[in-house]
């Protein structure tokens, strides 16, 4: 390791002795390759919510439900109100000149666009 | 603000009784740890783990936080990102966030055997069992602490201000932290969880949109927008408008005003070295070159051209027959000789077709054969010579108007060349326009991207027609009463079906040859033009100055709406997909689901609404936030709004205070009880916050 790299004691020591089971001992051959952790998806599937009383206050369902506000529709490339939507690339656009930007855009990019509202058309 | 830092080892950790507990605030952003009763935490560093392999030596090691960017050059880093050990904000990868509080505890200064102090922890309201019990098992087995209490941080942020009197008992905690935004009612100081709602959208996201958008408005700059300077850029200039789309309208407009709040950020750019005019001297050195060089070309040419002299005047004299002969017979006349004979023939038509005139009833069988061959004969010279007639005569006509248009040449040259330029244009657009048609029908539209659409994209306008025609033909029949058939038209569809109706090329052809006519004859005429090599090849070059040199505004990023944009999707977070209520309106959701029936209880909530977490130090947050829950409340309720004192360090200072209560210990838990309680027990665990 080069000095300065030693000075900034940048690297994890891989001996602490506050440690009562040292990190090479859980993992004596380096990290583990295989994934030994949950998804958050996997947690909330595992405490099977649905056996408890709905009253009671947990993860899932203390999340926010969907609004009522009238949904914004917002230009997809300037931010501005959006009056319209091009049918062929899904993009809401404000005006003229956008739309002629819409129509240039390479599919690639339009993509990445609809991918920002979570509106992207997702191969399986 | 840029990230904060504080990774500096600590030297008085033995100084500490074994009994002052630790106080952790494990937030997905940040970590911060110090200990209970102290007004600042001690080590703060970002909560992300790399695991680089070091470019020397080539073993992995593990580098928890930020640090100097500089150093990192000894290490490569393009296999592993930063990673974070928390999924939303519930920590799920027990490794990582084992790296991170070894080096937490280390830089806290622990030397002994064990950390043996009892540890508060924060977690997210509702944490799932799961990541609570792991959570506990790692502290109590891997770092042997004593006991372990687990809090929220808002509730922390929310007591500690109110124990400042910034707020009251009763009251709604609004926190918008870096992955999920959270409310929280307080009745009695405590906080009531039933009450409580969470929005999955937070400060990771509005850094996450504003480096998208960027990016994709940038392309050429991509490398620019790292998630650290992008952070810096939304920290320093995003803003919450008061009103999104009367704020979008004023920048619509272009107007002064969004002219003032516009920011641009300037990226290093170098102006390329001018380039010097060439001098007097060298603008005729240059020109003294190529005349040299001209010259030798055309006695080159000249020379060639001597060469091929003929000996005598005989020799000349056959070459010109020669040449005369394959001249004629390449212009399709027939030969001289032949000339002559036909000639003759033609004097002797009558006798040559001696027998046509005769009605057949006069003949004998073998006259009838033979008669039949002279009719025969006679109309094929017939239609010959009409042919030839008539190419002489187009050819007659060709000169005429050759010689017409030279005569209005000579008259006005610039007006002759300009109509011949524009008519080249003309013709020029119309041969393109139907190429175009002929390949794709849809083309017109400049959206060309290659196969990127359905199947109608890749037939061309006929053969989609005919598609048309098939299809509805195949699922049209058998609807209703069959009427096909009653109208002669009817059948017309068949030879449309067919496939040899779409070689519509003559038209195209008459085109193509004027266009070439012309473009020649401009050539001719016009030195300065150059013909259009690839027609048909899309795209006219005009609009595109490619190699336009590179200005200033080039490497300019400008800061617009953005500034305002990204932040708006807290209030409403469908702009990013996320179908859930904003923030505004979470506080009114979060008032239902508490079913209080008190209107008092309602009234004291409000006016007492506390704003905690790292995203409520947007600028006009405030404003914004006091409007919308005026919205949705009742005419006339109290409202108010305020800012906790130091949103983001304020859980930390909250839990450590309670933390410094003589009767946290009874809050904790011990590796005892966790092991004899089990897991129900540790579900239903819940610290109370007022001591």
Known sequence: MEAEVVRAELVLPTHLSFKRIQMYEKYPKGQSRARHWKHLKQILQAENFHNYPPDQPNYVNIESPPSLHPCKRICDITGFEAPYYDPRTNLRYANADVFKLVRSLPNEYVQRYLALRNAAVVLK | MPFISQIERQTDYNLFPSSTPIVIDNGASYFRIGWAGESEPRIIFRNIVQRPRHKATGETVSIVGDHDPALLKYFDCTRSGPRSAFDNNVVYQFEIMEYILDFAFDRLGANGSQIDHPVLITECACNPVQSRSKMAELLFETYGVPSVAFGVDAAFSYIYNQRLGVCDKDGLALCPGFTTTHVIPFVDGEPVYKGCCRTNIGGYHVTDYLK???????????????????????????????????????????????????????????????????????????????????????????????????ASKQEIESAMVKVAQSLRKAKGEPKGEQADIEEKTDSSTSEKYSLINIPDNMLTPEQLKEKRRQVFLKTTTEGRQRAKQKRFEEELEQERKNQLEEERRLENPELYLEQMRAKYKELCEKVEQRKRLKTNGGHSNGNNFPGGVGRGERLNAAQRERMRLLTTAAFDRGKGEDSFGAKDEDWQLYKLMSKDNDDDDEGPDQD?????????????????????????????????PRSRPLTREDFQIVLGIERFRCPEILFHPNLVGIDQAGLDEMAGVSMRRLLSKDEDLEKRLTRSILMTGGCCLFPGMKERLEAGIRMIRPCGA??????????????????????????????????????????????????????
């Open chain 2, 512 to 544: 193509e040859a004027e266009l070439a006519r012309i473009s020649s004859r401009l050539q001719e005429i016009d030195r300065t033009f150059v013909p259009k090599t690839d027609l048909g090849a899309s795209q006219p070059a005009s609009e595109v």
């Open chain 2, 638 to 691: 109290p409202i108010k709004v305020v800012r906790a004192l130091n949103p983001v360090l304020d859980a930390w200072h909250g839990a450590a205070a309670y933390a410094a209560n003589s009767q946290f210990q009874e809050q904790t838990f011990s590796r005892m009880d966790y092991y004899e309680k089990g897991e129900d027990w540790l579900r239903t665990y819940q610290v109370r916050y007022t001591l």
């Open chain 2, 212 to 310: 998208q958008l960027l990016s994709l408005k940038y392309p050429h700059h991509m490398a620019r927008f790292s998630w650290e300077k992008v952070e810096d850029l939304k920290t320093e200039h995003c803003y919450i408008a008061p009103d999104y789309s009367i704020e979008a309208r004023l920048f619509q407009r272009g107007t002064k005003e969004a002219e003032d709040k516009t920011r641009v950020w300037q990226l290093p750019w170098t102006p390329p070295p001018t380039e010097v005019l060439p001098s007097e001297e060298e603008i005729a050195r240059k020109a003294a070159t190529k005349e040299r060089l001209g010259q030798r070309l055309r006695d080159m040419a000249e020379a060639k051209r001597s060469n091929t002299g003929y």
